[in-house]
């Protein structure tokens, strides 16, 4: 192995560390808000409690709107059945809507995977990263996330939609171009080694300004 392949080998690693350290931080700030929620909970039912006594219905309907648009920015939208999964998945939802991208998911994972937490968190954030930075280029009514996973057969099945500033964006080789620093660079480049040592196939399309990316990673 030459001293090129060496140093990026090493900048990937270190790429990777940082990208799994961030990723867990805003799993512990999306847990942090939470158990502020739980922890306010009591104080919750001592003011509709005071509310009743009154018998203001009005205001208790009011107080239970104002609880449930609270606790929805907070609260566990995905249960895949995989735990890591639904860390990185809903930690990346929470941040998409903060920037006002709407998110549509639907992802579920039944089996046990073969393939490593790591590697699961490496492909899932740099994808959800990637969509996220694109969408921040539109318009707030142009933005949109969409996400599936499930297993077809004995493979799971990943598909990251979001719409992009331009109508066909242009290929180099087996990637699409990027304006963005050198990271995301090493995460594309993370994510195609980490499918091809799983045995798996990646697909990237860019039409009528839509980028997709679809993943396939056999399980057994």
């Known amino acids: 192995m030459g001293f090129l392949s060496r140093r990026q080998d090493r900048e990937l690693e270190a790429y990777q560390r940082e990208l799994v350290d961030t990723h867990y931080r805003e799993v512990e700030n999306m847990y942090r808000q939470i158990r502020g929620w739980r922890h306010d909970y009591r104080n919750h039912i001592q003011v509709m409690k005071a509310l009743a006594a009154q018998n203001d219905m009005a205001g208790i309907r009011e107080y239970l709107d104002k609880l449930d648009t609270d606790l929805n920015t907070v609260d566990t939208v995905l249960k895949t059945g995989n735990a890591m999964a639904d ?41 959800f990263d ?32 979001n719409f992009t ?29 980490l499918i091809e040592k799983l045995d798996g196939y990646l697909s990237r399309n860019s039409e009528d ?12």
Do not use: W
Not at 146 to 151: A, H, K, L, N, S
Not at 209 to 220: D, H, N, V, W, Y
């Open 87 to 127: 860390a990185i998945l809903n930690s990346k939802i929470s941040l998409a809507r903060s920037r006002h991208i709407p998110v549509q998911a639907d992802a579920r994972i039944p089996v046990k995977l073969r393939m490593s937490e790591l590697d699961l968190c490496v492909i899932l954030g740099n994808l």
């Open 209 to 220: 300004g839509a980028f997709t990316t679809e993943i396939l990673i056999p399980q057994l």
């Open 165 to 193: 500033a331009t109508a066909k964006q242009k290929k180099i080789g087996r990637r699409f171009a990027t304006t963005k620093g050198a990271g995301h660079g090493f995460g594309l480049v993370r994510i195609d080694n």
């Open 130 to 161: 990637n969509a996220i930075e694109a969408s921040l280029a539109l318009p707030e009514d142009r933005r949109l996330i969409r996400v599936y996973m499930d297993m077809k057969g004995t493979q799971l099945y990943i598909s990251f939609t």
